[in-house]
């Protein structure tokens, strides 16, 4: 319940279309019902006149009849454009809402999960939560009120009737329901589970599927796609079995009510204390009252899994993002001399720290080159400087200041990195370009291109800066992706720049032509300059050579 709860607290900024659904729903349901009820009270009564030989007035229960139907149609269109308003409302800011809690969590406090698995909870657990208010909250509702206005009308007329037809609509509308979802609490939450690897597994091998074809690997990949949809598929007929027991429990309730009503109401008719015609109504007015019933059986057959859905929503929103805003941030320094002081990184769950007691000074304006084996904690170093996590121990400064003090949008202006696996997003090539700068101008878009060694391959592509360049860039080269990410991070114009590996993927000819446009672009400015490669050493000042996270040389260039 807490979930369910915490669920509907994100609802709060809408209350008001939410109540104004709620409100059209009840209106169109009780018109629905009274419709059914004052027919065929007319009837009986016209009929009943008729046999007397008496004249009644017949305008105003004919007036009646047709507002309340015109209401009825009317009511059902408006409740479903406003249900819809307001869930899409909840849905859309749910899902902008998890997205801002996502920006400061990633990379650092994201790293356990896979893109399908944040693709899954962004798109499909946040759809699911449509259920919550258009198929759980609304009709449950509606059905409670629609519930108590009925047994207060027949209360009215007789207490027993009312108990009796009320005790009936209770029991197989809401009580039989309601339990049935309990017992299918389980195969609900598993349900969201599986759907979850579904999606993570299709957009993992689909991401990798040429690689998948090429060791030889796709029919495991494929035979395990087809194993947990077949698994989902039989959850689903297992709800579904509930579900259709369940509507029919919801029918089964009106046709009930109706001999309870008639039950009841009959004698009451013999013994003078009812009318014929308030009899009919009542009647109707028992069998029309579960239409109100009939979506539950299957909002509460997914309530299990909406819980679940929102729970693994929960489990992000829960997430302490591994760097914090300053919320008084002092200015930044004029300076820009980097000091690591003492600094200590560990990831969770690693054997060992990825950088331990590490430190060190890079002077304004000085290139430096980080090397070492794979996991000797350059890219860690690249990660702390640009404050996408925060040193476990020791301090990071930048110009006498530490980064910590200092406000996270400057730190990321001032220093510009090129990760080592740069993300581009499936846009064109020039949004991907201005990514960082929206409002750079043709002339300076084209300047960093030519750094980057891209200007022939711009020129080649028949829409320009307008081409696609496919989910994840996947249409570009490894090399291509890696010069339009230096050209993004040049396009800030940044005091120090953190190349990572910026020749992977690049021949030596092309590698070294591009890192020697670069440095020139970067005179006087900060360079470091992460790689595993020697043949560009020759233009650094300094060379630190990293090794289990710890220093192990710090010597000019030109003595390596």
């Known amino acids: 319940m807490r979930d369910l709860f915490r669920l509907l607290g994100l609802y709060r900024r809408h209350v008001g279309w939410i109540l104004l659904s709620m409100l059209v729903s009840l209106i169109a349901t009780l018109a629905n019902v009274g419709l059914m009820a004052t027919s065929g009270w007319f009837i009986t009564a016209m009929a009943a006149a008729g046999l007397a030989g008496v004249t009644m007035n017949y305008f105003t229960p004919a007036a009646i009849i047709r507002g309340l139907a015109i209401l009825r149609t009317g009511g059902r269109y408006i409740d479903r454009v406003v249900g819809h308003e307001a869930t899409l409302r909840l849905l859309s800011d749910t899902r902008t809402h998890l997205f801002a809690m996502m920006v400061p969590l990633a990379p650092a406090a994201l790293d356990d999960l896979r893109s399908g ?130 509507q029919a429990l919801g029918r089964l ?26 009899l009919a109504m009542a009647a109707l007015l028992s069998l029309s009252a579960a239409e109100a019933f009939m979506g539950l059986p299957v909002a509460f057959l997914g309530v299990a899994s909406t819980l679940a859905s929102a729970r693994r929503l929960f489990a992000i929103l829960d997430r ?19 000091s690591l002081d003492g600094v200590t990184l560990s990831y969770p769950g690693a ?43 020791g301090e990071i400064r930048l110009g006498g200041t530490p980064t910590r003090e ?27 370009l201005r990514l960082g700068r929206p409002s750079a101008t043709d002339e300076e878009l084209a300047a960093v291109i030519d750094v980057a060694g891209l200007s022939d391959f711009v020129a080649r592509l028949p829409q320009g800066l307008a081409t696609p360049v496919g ?11 890696r010069r339009v990410a230096i050209a993004r991070v040049l396009l800030i114009d940044p005091d120090i720049l953190v190349l990572d590996e910026p020749g992977e993927g690049l021949d030596p000819e092309t ?10 672009r970067m005179a006087g400015r900060t360079v470091i300059l992460i790689t595993h490669a020697r043949a560009a050493l020759h233009r650094m000042d300094r060379v630190v050579e990293l090794d289990a996270g710890r220093i192990v040389s710090n010597l000019p260039s030109s003595t390596v």
């Not at 993002?321 to 980097?338: L, T």
């Not at 696996?421 to 499936?426: C, G, I, R, S």
């Not at 590698?511 to 446009?517: C, I, K």
């Open 406 to 432: 200092l406000a996270l949008a400057d730190v990321r202006r001032t220093i510009g990195v090129v990760a080592q696996k740069p993300h581009l997003f499936t846009a064109t090539l020039g949004d991907n």
């Open 320 to 338: 302490e993002p591994p760097v914090i805003d300053c919320a008084a941030p002092k200015p930044m320094p004029e300076g820009c001399d980097i």
């Open 253 to 278: 309730s009106g046709d009930l009510a109706l001999i309870v009503a008639l039950a009841v109401g009959v004698p009451l008719v013999a013994a003078g204390r009812m009318a014929g015609p308030d």
């Open 511 to 520: 590698e070294a032509a591009v890192l020697d446009r670069v440095l020139d």
């Open 471 to 481: 989910v994840a860039g996947t249409t570009l080269s490894g090399g291509e992706a």
């Open 351 to 393: 054997i060992r720290p990825a950088l331990e007691n590490m430190t060190f000074d890079i002077p304004q304006g000085s290139r430096v080159a980080l090397v070492g084996e794979s996991g000797a904690g350059k890219s860690s170093v690249a990660a702390l400087l640009a404050r996408l996590r925060d040193p476990d121990a």
């Open 117 to 246: 698995d944040l693709l899954a909870r962004l798109k499909a657990d946040i759809d699911r939560l449509e259920l919550t208010f258009l198929r759980l909250l609304s009709p449950l509702v509606v059905a409670v009120l629609t519930l108590a206005a009925v047994g207060l009308v027949l209360f009215l007329h007789d207490g027993l009737l009312s108990a009796g037809v009320l005790a009936v609509l209770a029991a197989c509308g809401l009580l039989a329901p309601a339990l049935a979802a309990v017992a299918a609490a389980g195969p609900g939450r598993t349900l969201t589970l599986r759907s979850a690897d579904l999606r993570r597994l299709v957009v993992d091998d689909l991401s990798g599927l040429m690689p998948l074809m090429v060791v030889g690997a796709f029919v495991e990949h494929r035979n395990r796609l087809v194993e947990t949809m077949a698994s989902i598929v039989e959850i689903e007929r297992r709800l579904a079995r509930r579900a259709a027991f369940g």
